[in-house]
């Protein structure tokens, strides 16, 4: 073979090696160059019969050539082999192992709340309502009895937009929208995101969540309330949990009374989570104020109800002993793990 023939020998060799799509492609290639009655062994044994001035460049490109091809075609290989890691690791993969299963993701913990506190309050006969985040100033304020110089109603304090309506301060709207489109009994909670211009800190987030509960009959009593309240305490912190009313005022019930869970830490005798006082405040409650029946077309003289509203992240954080309320909204995987 002369110097010309080599070169372009040489060249095709490398391509068809580097074309090679499967093992038997690459062993072909092998065989066709390599192999012992291939095309390189008969070079070297014509290489007496090539022109002198050639003979040393011949022999030069042909043992260069041998060496380049055999590697090309020994990582061709190692490609090919499945894992694209090389025949020495593919070789020791036990394929015995058993797989990697994919993590499992677990329920945030308000999520979490929520679902649970439904589930008591629907052994109870309530289900679930629900109203929008976007509120008009009615819901939220007049129709519930609360009146434009009533400091919540304040730029201060809510998020009012440009069209007039507002971010939410509470889930009580939700009351006035189920009341006034269904007549009574009403039996209702109504869980949901909440907003309020508060600054973050360790117990306050702008945005947060309030499970509302509604209970509209004809003779409905305070001391329903507070059962229906206690029993709600036993099932979600446990039977030890004690709770007390103490007198308190919302625009939109009356009498209104604030509900506070005896402390699950510390039993009642003081610890940090309950600040020393043995208790913890839960929800604002109380019997539905007469004026609000009447904004929504029921008769104040035969309707009597309860309604009540709490903070499901207060909840949350005294359950799962969580000290920051901002852990709950960083998302950062290593806390919602342990859920
Ligand atoms: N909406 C009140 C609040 O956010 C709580 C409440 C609900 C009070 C229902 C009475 C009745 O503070």
Redesign the pocket.
Known sequence: MDLETLKKTVAEGLEEAGAAQTADAVEAVRITYLGRKGLMPQVMKELKTVAPEEKAEVGRLANTFKKELAELLESRREELSGDGKGAAESATFDYTLPGRGPRRGTRHPISAVIEEAVAIFGRMGFTVAEGPDVETPYHNFEALNTPGYHPSMDRQDTFWLDDGKLLR????PV?IRVMESRTPPVRIVTPGR?YRRDTTDATHSANFH?I?GLYVDSQVSLADLKGTLAYFAHEMMGPDVAVRFRPHF?P??EP?VECDFSCHVCSGSGCRVCKGSGWIEI????MVDPRVFEKVGYDPETTTGY???MGIERIAMIRYGIPDIRLLYENDMRFLRQF
């Open positions: 301060t509470q889930t009580s009351q909440c309030q509302e919302f939109f019930t209104s929800a604002g409650a109380g309604a009540f509203g």
